[in-house]
């Protein structure tokens, strides 16, 4: 079977086969994002049915995306060596086998194992592979592209929501589960879709891609035995080279106070909700108008910063989505009724979906196409410690102070804080670029320099 990342040396064709790429993304984001999320659905029946509080109860969800995450870095690995298709189908069988056994748990310690260990490396064999792919393909309209692949975010919270509501009232939580096992099952059906660029343009032959596999570990072994092609040995230190770059480790700060507050309102706004006297099925409904308008927000940012005047600009966009985010986390407090909790599902969804469509974009607009693929298991690997202690800490607030203030402070200082590390970082770049552009424009400042 051909590489899936081979195909990164051709020119992306932004289009044809690309759409079938990003049909496929999109299903992935809607089986793995989607369904993490739903999860928060599960919370109060897990709670009452093993008599756990909450923070124990949070370690569920923050497992599932915790996992996720710390095994990005694994997809992108197997992806590149092998093949992306058999790393989203593999993905996609220990997902689904770690639902079905799910729905047997016995005790809530079975399901950190089976539910937030299983299904997370799951998850994490399928996300990565598939994003990265859609960069391969797209160029000029890679937000766009990216908008509608991860716009499946949204619109799977959107139709899921409800739907796991309902089955949970029909079926009970474990037959929920159950059903939900088959239907990230599809899993398998995206990665076969995960065509390399090489081979876009016809079928692909097995015995070709074996001798091809054949030739290029011949390649390696003359490379590794050569003293002048030495360097060819050092592969995996070119691929995570970019992690010394400047303007990357910024970024990827700034994506580990991201990932502290962004997960606490997914996983809280239902019981919030609860608590305050909303019904389960209009706390339901909340998460549906959330990911709807998570999807306005994927496709319409994705379009709006693919546009030429705003290219250029996409960093700053997406500190304005992820602070706007951050503001609406610390009102969300004193809105104590389902009229007004539908505002903040609106203003938090479209913006949680304009960050998200874009985290690709600037990842890869900071390291390149050709190491998006590494560094996007990196930037997911960032996330994997504050998805694991965010939902339990925000538990613990909860425990300790018997209301959900401080966690949605929690949520809304860690997001204000990482979009303003990007602006101050950017200030400073641009004020080093502008006294740079000043000191070679003055020939006098420039032989001062010269002399120092």
């Not at 949070?58 to 992806?79: E, N």
Request: a positive charge; glycine letters at 10%; hydrophobic letters at 50%.
């Amino acid at each position: 079977m051909a590489q899936g990342g081979r195909g990164a040396g051709a020119a992306p064709p932004d289009g044809g086969w690309g759409w079938m790429i990003v049909a496929g993304c999109f299903v992935v984001t809607v089986c793995t994002r989607a369904v993490t999320r739903c999860i928060s659905i599960f919370f109060v029946e897990f709670q009452m049915h093993f008599g756990h509080d909450y923070a124990g109860t949070a370690w569920i969800h923050s497992l599932v995306d915790c996992t996720t995450m710390l095994c990005a870095p694994l997809g992108s690995f197997i992806g590149n060596r092998l093949s992306f298709r058999i790393t989203v189908i593999l993905g996609g069988f220990l997902a689904s086998t770690g639902l079905v056994m799910s729905s047997f748990a016995t005790s809530l310690e079975y399901l950190y194992l089976s539910l937030g260990i299983l299904t997370g490396v799951g998850f994490a064999l399928c996300y990565t592979p598939a994003i990265a792919m859609v960069g391969v393909y797209f160029h000029e309209r890679k937000a766009l592209a990216y908008g509608i692949a991860m716009s499946g975010s949204g619109i799977g919270t959107f139709i899921l929501a409800p739907a796991v509501q309902l089955l949970i009232e029909h079926f009970s939580w474990r037959g929920a589960l159950l059903i939900a096992g088959g239907f990230v099952s599809n899993l398998c059906v995206c990665g076969a879709l995960l065509r390399p660029l090489a081979s876009a343009g016809g079928a692909e032959n097995g015995s070709v891609a074996a001798e091809s596999e054949a030739r290029d570990r011949a390649v390696t072994a003359r490379c590794c035995d050569d003293q002048e092609h030495r360097r060819c040995c050092f592969r995996p230190m070119q691929e995570y080279r970019f992690l010394l770059m400047p303007s990357f480790v910024v970024l990827a700060t700034s994506f580990l106070l991201l990932a502290s507050g962004c997960s606490l309102p997914f996983v809280y706004l239902v019981p919030y909700a609860l608590d305050v006297g909303v019904g389960h099925q209009q706390a339901a409904l909340l998460m549906s108008i959330l990911g709807v308008i998570d999807i306005v927000g994927n496709v319409t940012f994705g379009w709006l910063t693919d546009r030429r005047c705003l290219r250029k600009h996409r960093g700053v966009c997406y500190m304005l989505a992820v602070g706007l985010e951050g503001l609406c986390c610390l009102f969300a407090p004193l809105l104590r009724s389902f009229q007004l909790l539908v505002p903040f599902a609106v203003l938090y969804g479209y913006f949680d979906g304009a960050y998200v469509a874009l985290i690709p974009v600037v990842t890869s607009d900071a390291v390149g196409t050709a190491h998006l693929s590494s560094a996007l298991g990196v930037v997911y690997f960032l996330h994997a410690v504050p998805y694991l202690v965010s939902p339990p800490i925000g538990g613990w607030l909860v425990d300790r102070t018997g209301s959900y203030t401080a966690t949605f402070f929690l949520s809304g200082f860690a997001l204000i804080s990482s979009s303003l590390l990007l602006g101050v970082a950017a200030l400073v770049h641009s004020c080093r670029e502008r006294r740079k552009h000043s000191v070679h424009t003055n020939p006098k400042l420039h032989s001062l320099v010269n002399s120092h």
